[in-house]
């Protein structure tokens, strides 16, 4: 199963809302994951099960969708949120990643 | 505190063998599944594959069957990536996740809620 992100990058300031979307080449049934990672550090589960929050998570990330679509949205960007986000998918063997989306600071 | 812990950082010429850890702390080592990860320099995540320390079944991405083991040793809970022969291409980092598992309504979800701090390898002549 393929999953495309996009956009690949995002410029957004402290505040904004953003979204990240998450295409699967078939349906994932919700079998979905996102991560955020920084640089030189590993990368850190936020989302599962499509839209199900990560204890400890803040609740300005938030995951929807179904079917092969999905997205990631913050609702309100901090300085600390500046990272790279890659959706999985868990629905078929191999459990691919998407390409990742890089958002930067702008 | 569950904690993954690798092995430090490995610097080899083509042609070696190599086998990187990841030492599992703090959980029933033998009930959730072990993943490996490959991320290039400055390139995404990849899935290499997985094993369950339970009964050391093994699951590999097409893209890594063939190419690398994988493997785990409960009397030390520790799970184990090798490769008998490595390539300049295999430089990279590699990460060991623990598959999470949640029941959300009648279905159980997963997603790779602890993560190693990956372990830097470097293959060149």
């Known amino acids: 199963i393929q999953l495309t992100q996009s956009p690949s990058s995002l410029s957004a300031s402290v505040g904004d809302r953003v979204t990240i979307t998450c295409r699967a080449s078939q349906d994932i049934s919700s079998y979905l994951a996102w991560y955020q990672q920084k640089p030189g550090k590993a990368p850190k589960l936020v989302i599962y099960a499509a839209s199900t929050l990560r204890d400890g998570v803040p609740s300005r990330f938030s995951g929807s969708g179904s079917g092969a679509d999905y997205t990631l949205t913050i609702s309100s960007l901090q300085p600390e949120d500046f990272a790279t986000y890659y959706c999985q998918q868990f629905n078929r063997f191999p459990r691919t990643f998407g390409q990742g989306t890089r958002l930067e600071i702008k | 505190d569950v904690q993954l812990v690798q092995s430090g950082a490995e610097l080899k010429k083509p042609g070696e063998s190599l086998r990187i850890s990841c030492k599992a702390s703090g959980y029933s080592f033998i009930t959730y599944w072990l993943v490996w990860v490959r991320q290039m320099p400055g390139k995404g995540l990849e899935w290499m594959g997985i094993?369950?320390?339970?009964?050391?079944?093994?699951r590999y991405s097409p893209s890594f069957q063939g190419q690398v083991t994988i493997s785990a040793d409960t009397s030390t809970t520790t799970a184990f990536l090798q490769w008998s022969s490595l390539k300049s291409s295999d430089s990279a980092t590699y990460y060991c996740?623990?598959?999470?598992?949640?029941?959300?309504?009648?279905?159980?979800?997963?997603?790779?809620?602890?993560w190693g701090q990956g372990t830097t390898v470097t293959v060149s002549s």
């Open positions: 996740a623990r598959r999470g598992q949640w029941k959300v309504g009648d279905f159980y979800y997963y997603g790779m809620d602890v």
């Open positions: 094993v369950y320390p339970g009964d050391s079944e093994t």
